[in-house]
């Protein structure tokens, strides 16, 4: 089993910025794939970002340019740095990790994107 907790959400003004992270425990693997997702009120959950363990980056169109994921895996974190952001980034932001077939959520922590 994984254990996901996430930290750094909170309200922000549109065009402001917010670090997420996310710490790992339990059974940890170099090899995992790492990822955000969001979900917004009435929306189905989406992938925000995700990276390999190789390092390779991938986005959502919608956040290319303005959010960033990167992994520590000596420290087993996964941090998701989102600049000028918007409205309709509001959302619960879940950190995520696929092995093989398993995967593993973090409870979620809410973003708030307004003036």
């Known amino acids: 089993q994984v254990q996901l907790v996430e930290s750094g959400g909170g309200w922000v003004q549109p065009g402001g910025s917010l670090r997420l992270s996310c710490a790992r425990s339990?059974?940890?693997?170099?090899?995992?794939?790492l990822g955000w997702y969001r979900q917004a009120p009435g929306k189905q959950r989406e992938p925000v970002a995700t990276?390999?363990?190789?390092?390779?980056?991938d986005y959502v169109d919608s956040v290319k340019g303005r959010f960033t994921i990167s992994r520590d895996n000596a420290k087993n974190t996964v941090t998701l740095q989102m600049n000028n952001l918007k409205p309709e980034d509001t959302a619960v932001y879940f950190c995520?990790?696929?092995?093989?077939?398993?995967?593993?959520w973090g409870q979620g922590t809410q973003v708030t994107v307004s003036s």
């Open positions: 990276m390999s363990s190789g390092g390779v980056p």
């Open positions: 995520h990790v696929l092995r093989f077939d398993n995967q593993w």
């Open positions: 339990g059974s940890v693997w170099p090899y995992d794939v």
